[in-house]
């Protein structure tokens, strides 16, 4: 089942490398994460994730792989699927993959005001980090609330939350 999983990312990556004229996951667009976030919503519901400790791979393990971004925003959406919002901030501060980080990010800047409560302060956050690293994040930020503006409908659409 895993490998299905795996197989399928890398083919769902590979045609979006494509079709962009992109090759490499470092150049992937801040929108085409939405695209991400939806296709692997679908990727999940025909073949998801197991998290038995006994399984080779969990979803923290998706969500932090180094191998590609598509395999490691299949981690984030499983893990906010199953309503594990504290692993996908952790895979927030942990993961060096950019495109990782923006879908994390805008799975949570795409919450109603009233879900978001408890909503991690990334602003605050990035700060923590290295000058670059808190300059590159501060942008990410920033970005993904533009787009989790735009793209809010589609994405609680395609992820089954109601309006």
């Not at 939806?38 to 073949?47: G, N, S, Y």
């Not at 925003?73 to 952790?90: A, H, I, Q, Y």
Request: aromatic fraction near 8%.
């Amino acid at each position: 089942m895993k490998t299905y999983i795996l197989v399928g990312a890398l083919l769902v990556f590979t045609q979006l490398a494509k079709s962009s004229g992109r090759n490499a996951p470092s150049e992937v667009k801040a929108s085409d994460c939405v695209r991400f976030i939806m296709d692997a919503k679908m990727r999940l519901d025909k073949h998801p994730v197991d998290d038995q400790p006994d399984e080779v791979f969990t979803s923290m393990d998706y969500a932090l792989s180094k191998s590609d971004s598509i395999t490691g925003v299949l981690g984030v959406v499983s893990l906010w699927s199953k309503g594990k919002d504290g692993l996908v901030e952790l895979v927030w501060w942990r993961q060096q993959d950019a495109t990782v980080r923006r879908a994390a990010l805008l799975l949570f800047y795409s919450m109603k005001k009233e879900e978001a409560s408890g909503f991690p302060g990334f602003e605050s956050f990035a700060k923590r980090f290295e000058a670059g690293e808190a300059e590159s994040r501060a942008k990410e930020i920033a970005e993904m609330k533009v787009v989790a503006q735009a793209s809010r409908g589609d994405l609680m659409k395609s992820l089954g939350v109601p309006k």
